[in-house]
């Protein structure tokens, strides 16, 4: 059975930072690559970052840049993504996903992921 299981999320203030997680589970994990997600409320869902388990290449969204990092523990099948100097508009459902689509040069979209994690609540007060 294929699982991604989000971890890691939560409340913190405005300029704090937050960890988290999504471990993957009955896939062969080098062979996909992961993306981050995100949707906050009354807002469509949008790509924060994208990694290449196999080699390590990341992208992210103009609006992460410079404050959120993804990375890939491989031996451990998970994947991070540790974000710094949070703001209120950050807050939202973070989810990760699942694509054999390892060639991306940017953020690719959710429909070109195969599988999807549950989510999990980051919320950043002002």
């Known amino acids: 059975e294929v699982q991604l299981v989000e971890s890691g999320g939560g409340l913190v203030q405005a300029g704090g930072s937050l960890r988290l997680s999504c471990a993957a589970s009955?896939?062969?994990?080098?062979?996909?690559?992961i993306g981050w997600f995100r949707q906050a409320p009354g807002k469509e869902r949008e790509g924060v970052s994208y990694?290449?388990?196999?080699?390590?290449?990341?992208y992210y969204a103009d609006s992460v840049k410079g404050r959120f990092t993804i990375s890939s523990d491989n031996a451990k099948s998970t994947v991070y993504l540790q974000m710094t100097s949070l703001k209120p508009e950050d807050t939202a459902v973070y989810y990760c996903?699942?694509?054999?689509?390892?060639?991306?040069?940017?953020?690719?979209?959710?429909?070109?992921?195969?599988?999807w994690g549950q989510g999990s609540q980051v919320t950043v007060s002002s």
């Open positions: 996903a699942a694509t054999l689509y390892t060639r991306a040069t940017t953020i690719i979209p959710e429909h070109e992921y195969d599988y």
């Open positions: 009955g896939f062969r994990f080098g062979d996909y690559a």
């Open positions: 990694i290449n388990t196999g080699d390590g290449s990341a």
